[in-house]
């Protein structure tokens, strides 16, 4: 169905819902951090180019066969959407794309009664998320590349918003490591044998469970990023046996 959307794992179809997207802006607010100097014409700007919550908007209609059957369902189209933890939201156009959503803001669900129609507002995170996570590897019995492609339009970062992945996970053997990407780089100092996963977006690194961020040399204040289109991952080192796989989740303004 047009304009059809899923919230929660729930399908709007499963409310008998007739729905229409009425407020879906292309692209997110950008923050706008400025200072106004004195005695000088114009601002500066830092251009950072971060981004604020995007709103998306959807009208919904039933018809009920009766007073008190509309009540109950209103009640529990009210419970649906009444969730205080980020869920997905997938409108039926983009299902290989996800928003991070909340409803914050009242419904008039007593207008279902009357009109038949109410507006939904979906406080979101700036960027849509794919619903299918990459994953590339590589295995390794030297030093060596692996090349990946980035489908989305936005760079994965430690900046990157809530519900963002990119992960790098060495499982094997080697005595000196390093991992180089679009021009920065993390070193392992010490020899590992086992699984080291370095966390790009909480800026964590764990062997075998155990906390690594101290072992770790480089770029240790941002870790590394993915940018959209091809990426190479350099893997350096000696006594290197190892599988490299990189996950992560591409993001689109």
């Not at 979101?124 to 998320?129: D, E, G, H, V």
């Not at 590339?136 to 989305?152: C, D, K």
Request: proline content about 4%; some cysteine; hydrophobic content about 40%.
């Amino acid at each position: 169905m047009i304009g059809a959307f899923n919230f929660n794992n729930v399908e709007s179809s499963y409310y008998s819902l007739v729905c229409k997207s009425i407020k879906r802006p292309l692209l997110p607010a950008v923050k706008v951090r400025r200072i106004d100097p004195v005695g000088v014409s114009g601002v500066y700007d830092f251009d950072d180019n971060e981004h604020s919550m995007r709103n998306l908007t959807m009208r919904i209609a039933y018809i009920g066969t009766s007073y008190e059957e509309l009540r109950t369902r209103a009640r529990s189209i009210a419970a649906w959407l009444s969730v205080g933890s980020w869920c997905r939201l997938i409108i039926n156009d983009e299902p290989d794309k996800y928003y991070l959503a909340k409803v914050t803001d009242e419904i008039e669900l007593e207008s279902l009664w009357g009109s038949g129609t109410a507006n939904i507002t979906f406080d979101c995170q700036p960027f849509a998320y794919s619903v299918t996570e990459e994953s590339e590897e590589v295995v390794l019995a030297a030093s060596g590349t692996l090349v990946f492609i980035n489908p989305g339009t936005r760079i994965i970062n430690s900046r990157s918003p809530q519900g963002s992945k990119f992960k790098m996970i060495v499982d094997g053997s080697w005595t000196t490591l390093a991992l180089t990407l679009n021009g920065k780089t993390l070193t392992y100092t010490g020899a590992g044998t086992g699984v080291l996963t370095i966390d790009n977006i909480e800026l964590e690194a764990d062997l075998g469970g155990v906390n690594k961020y101290g072992s770790l040399t480089g770029a240790t204040d941002t870790f590394l990023h993915v940018i959209p289109g091809e990426n190479t991952l350099s893997i350096t080192g000696t006594g290197l046996t190892a599988t490299v796989t990189v996950e992560y989740i591409p993001l689109w303004l």
